[in-house]
């Protein structure tokens, strides 16, 4: 009897995401699938657990081309819902492939570690799944928000890049592949491989403000510093080439300098 792969999908914009849902139409013919998601939006929640001791899974019908796919929510942040997600809902063994995505935003550059998506792909990785994050550009508007996009090439990449991932193991210390797609790609548009932004990309505009303002109340801007963007990163890739950024990460997040030489500036 041929293996066929358990493809576990989450989304950080919640079990309603028209993104989520452009994942499973992508990889449905390649495995068996699992969603397990947030019930709620919750962008820009990286890798954290927050207070949700209460809470539990709770069933989605979730019908995706015809097929009913195994789904469940959870209140929760991205990443504790597949700690949780991969204990209750796949009790023996581990997936083949975690897909994180397609979320409503790109994620590049210094902003990562902010990322839900990204946040619960390095979770996935951590316990020993391989993991795929991907991102789709959109208007700082849609962030919060379902607005109506175009899924064609987010589909295509997304499919390409869990084959790929299914076909073999990635080389080591790669744990996760981060895939954002420009706007305007099409299934056509070209991929490179790239390394992260040393730069941050998304900014709370700076402005005068009073101690009692809002944090949900401040306007979040780009800016990218051209003058010192790196050409084989991220951001340059799809800002500035127009191209589909694949960006591996790793979980060791230990800087690449000799030990012997910060023990040498620490005396």
């Known amino acids: 009897m041929t293996h066929q792969p358990l493809i576990v999908l989450t989304n ?6 028209p ?37 539990r899974f709770y069933p989605a019908d979730y019908p995706v081309n015809g097929t009913s796919v195994r789904a469940y929510h959870c209140h929760s942040s991205p990443a504790q819902v597949i700690v949780h997600g991969l204990d209750v809902l796949v009790p023996e063994g581990r997936p083949d492939l975690l897909i994180s995505g397609v979320n409503y935003g790109e994620n590049l550059g210094l902003n990562v570690t902010l990322s839900g998506t990204v946040g619960a792909a390095m979770q996935a990785a951590s316990m020993g799944v391989p993991a795929l994050a991907v991102s789709l550009q959109t208007d700082v508007a849609y962030h919060y928000a379902y607005g109506e996009l175009e899924w064609a090439a987010a589909r295509h990449f997304v499919q390409l890049f869990a084959r790929k991932m299914l076909a073999g193991a990635l080389p080591e210390d790669v744990d996760v592949l981060k895939v954002d797609i420009p706007s305007d790609a099409t299934p056509e548009t070209p ?30 801007i780009i800016d990218v ?10 951001i340059h890739a799809v800002v500035n080439d127009r191209v589909v950024s694949v960006t591996p990460l790793s979980l060791d997040l230990t800087s690449r300098v000799g030990l012997d030489a910060v023990r040498d500036v620490l005396g």
């Open 19 to 55: 993104g989520l849902r452009a994942a499973a139409e992508a990889v449905l013919t390649l495995g068996e699938l699992l969603i397990m998601a947030p019930t709620e939006q919750q962008t820009a929640m990286g890798r954290s657990f927050w207070g949700a001791k209460h809470e």
């Open 225 to 234: 510093d051209h003058d010192r963007l790196e050409a084989d990163s991220d």
């Open 191 to 220: 991929w490179r491989v790239t390394r992260l932004a040393r730069q941050s990309y998304f900014y709370l505009l700076r402005q005068p403000l009073a101690p009692e303002t809002k944090i949900g109340d401040r306007k979040v």
């Open 12 to 17: 950080d914009d919640g079990i309603r995401s």
